[in-house]
């Protein structure tokens, strides 16, 4: 199946600076998918993205497909964006997982 | 639209004992798809469906047993509770054509003893 790889695993931020997390994958894929996972453990679709880069308020994503990996940018980082954030790619219908970055914002 | 719902919440089995989790959609969406997650794993799929009649297999399907009579639901039944099948249990769903927007229920803590 199509490697999934994420990094940090961890980040710890203070309230208000940025970061970015990666994603590199193993393969052509069809899709790419960024997803948080808050500390009550719902996850939340947070861009689908197979190409390209979109933005939705201070979160933002760019996906290089031909270069095989995706990026997610935090700006203004507040203690609501602590969690575990996901990517996801998908390849015949199946969606792989990478393993998550956990990213703690302290105020 | 209550989106994807799963029940139950919380679940402790015996070795050995039967059970199926529910899942069921709102949004009219072909896909469905079932899924594990394990600490520092990352969430692995179990089974998939494209559309009533129609399941397949993910990367993690044995001892699971999925079934799809109705665009709305879709059961996950373990056939004989294993402590390595202690996890929490997510449910998705999309629509748009071909894989869209993944959705996802709320969550199922199974604990086998």
């Known amino acids: 199946g199509i490697q999934v790889e994420q990094s940090p695993p961890d980040l710890i931020l203070q309230e208000g600076a940025n970061s970015t997390l990666r994603c590199n994958f193993s393969?052509?894929?069809?899709?790419l998918q960024w997803f948080h996972q808050n500390p009550w453990g719902q996850l939340i679709n947070l861009f689908y993205?197979?190409?390209g880069t979109k933005q939705n308020g201070r979160l933002s994503a760019t996906t290089v497909a031909t270069e095989r990996y995706s990026l997610l940018y935090i700006s203004s980082s507040q203690t609501t964006d602590s969690g575990v954030y996901f990517c996801?790619?998908?390849?015949?219908?199946?969606?792989?997982f990478g393993a998550g970055t956990t990213v703690t914002v302290r105020a | 639209n209550a989106g994807v719902t799963q029940t139950p919440k919380f679940q402790v089995l015996k070795t050995g004992q039967s059970m199926t989790l529910q899942c069921a959609q709102d949004?009219?969406?072909?896909?469905m798809s079932w899924y594990r997650q394990d600490p520092g794993m990352g969430l692995r799929l179990i089974h998939y469906?494209?559309?009533?009649?129609?399941?397949d297999q993910g990367e993690v399907p044995n001892g699971y047993n999925v079934s799809r009579s109705t665009t709305e639901d879709f059961p996950l039944r373990l056939l004989s509770a294993a402590p390595s099948q202690t996890s929490v249990y997510f449910c998705?769903?999309?629509?748009?054509?071909?894989?869209?927007?993944?959705?996802f229920g709320p969550g199922t803590r199974l604990t086998v003893t």
């Open positions: 998705a769903s999309s629509g748009g054509g071909r894989m869209g927007e993944q959705y």
């Open positions: 393969d052509s894929v069809n899709n």
């Open positions: 993205i197979p190409s």
């Open positions: 996801a790619v998908e390849a015949g219908y199946k969606l792989s």
């Open positions: 949004m009219n969406h072909e896909y």
């Open positions: 469906s494209v559309g009533a009649g129609i399941t």
